[in-house]
């Protein structure tokens, strides 16, 4: 029988996972289809660090222990970002120094803590606005300076050597000046000595949407550089004009190609530079887009019962 990780023998297929839900037919979809995990919340600031002195590593301890027992690899999500930011750091009364001072003892905290677990973490998330390429003016850039991304990587890199870094976020294809933004950034990183090793593409994308060239280029440019690829957090929307109210036969071969296509791409890198490719959940009845878009959608590899869709085909069909 195939599966999906049998078939990609050149790098992790990945699943955003739950600490509830490693039960049951998850456990056995996971340890059958999938060779890499990310915590789709549990890993977060705003979990792991809850209050200014308080840590809850249950859930991220719970997931972590689940990948090593099972022989997955866990990658770690994500250390900063502006929506997990809890709000004892928005609100933080010190100086910008003590700040500092606090991110580097959370980031230095939570990565030893997995050393030799964790093979690699998303440090910052989604630092670049829409459009303008600016730098989000969070409260990390608020409090630390522009450079507040360079120095959380070299918080990650002294607290452990050998753990794969990348910086992760989404749109990165279809807004070029977002693209442009972040490959500025990666190459004054690697001017200056700070540490990458990657870049993730979330590839929160629709069935018709980007097109396979121009997932090419951009992965192209990070396969330049030498870093490593990551599609960290893959949904194919089928829905994205919210005209239909289940998944017709149309639409689901539009986004099984659209898998294909995302897979042919993903496989064609070097081993070298590749690493995973990662879905965003399991079953389609619980994908966070529903929440985020307010309305129906199925855009993951299984249905709501487990059934392998046409999507889970197209990924086959792509390697
Ligand atoms: C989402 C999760 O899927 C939700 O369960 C959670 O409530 C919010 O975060 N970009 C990211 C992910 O980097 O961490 C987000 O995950 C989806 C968008």
């Known amino acids: 029988d ?8 050149t790098f992790f297929v990945g699943v955003a996972v739950q600490s509830g839900k490693l039960n049951g037919q998850y456990d056995e979809t ?6 890499s995990i990310t915590a789709e919340w549990e890993m977060k600031m705003n979990v792991m660090h809850p209050s200014v002195d308080t840590y809850d590593f249950g859930p991220a301890d719970a997931i972590v222990n689940y990948g090593q027992t099972n022989g997955i690899n866990v990658h770690g999500h ?15 009364a010190g100086t ?19 050393k030799g677990k964790v093979t690699s973490w998303d440090v910052v998330n989604e630092a ?16 630390m300076g522009d450079d507040y991304i360079a120095k959380c990587y070299q918080f990650v890199r002294a607290a452990d050597p050998d753990v794969l870094i990348f910086y992760n976020d989404y749109s990165m294809i279809i807004d070029q000046t977002k693209q442009d933004a972040v490959f500025a950034m ?37 396969v330049e550089r030498n870093l490593k690829v990551h599609f ?15 998944l017709t036969a149309e639409r ?52 709501g019962n487990y059934n392998k869709k046409d999507a889970y085909y197209g990924f086959l069909e792509g390697l």
């Open 186 to 222: 990666v190459d004054d990183f690697i001017a200056r000595n700070i540490p990458i090793d990657g870049v993730g593409f979330q590839m929160h994308i629709s069935h018709d949407y980007p097109a396979k060239a121009d997932i090419q280029k951009a992965t192209d440019r990070i």
């Open 96 to 114: 910008d120094q003590e700040f500092e001072d606090m991110i580097e003892e959370y980031i230095t905290t939570v990565v030893t803590r997995y």
């Open 30 to 35: 996971y340890r059958k289809e999938f060779s």
């Open 128 to 143: 670049v606005e829409d459009g303008s390429g600016n730098l989000r003016n969070s409260i990390y850039r608020q409090k």
């Open 232 to 246: 960290s957090e893959l949904d194919v929307r089928a829905n994205p004009n919210k005209d239909i109210t289940s």
């Open 252 to 303: 689901s071969l539009s986004q099984k190609a659209k898998v294909k296509e995302v897979v042919q791409v993903y496989n064609s890198i070097p081993n070298d530079n590749k690493y995973a490719l990662t879905v965003w959940g399991l079953k389609d009845s619980e994908t966070w887009l529903t929440d985020f878009y307010g309305y129906v959608d199925w855009p993951l590899l299984f249905d």
């Open 78 to 92: 994500s250390l900063i970002w502006h929506n997990s930011t809890p709000d004892w750091v928005k609100n933080f």
């Open 2 to 9: 195939q599966t999906l990780k049998k078939a990609a023998d």
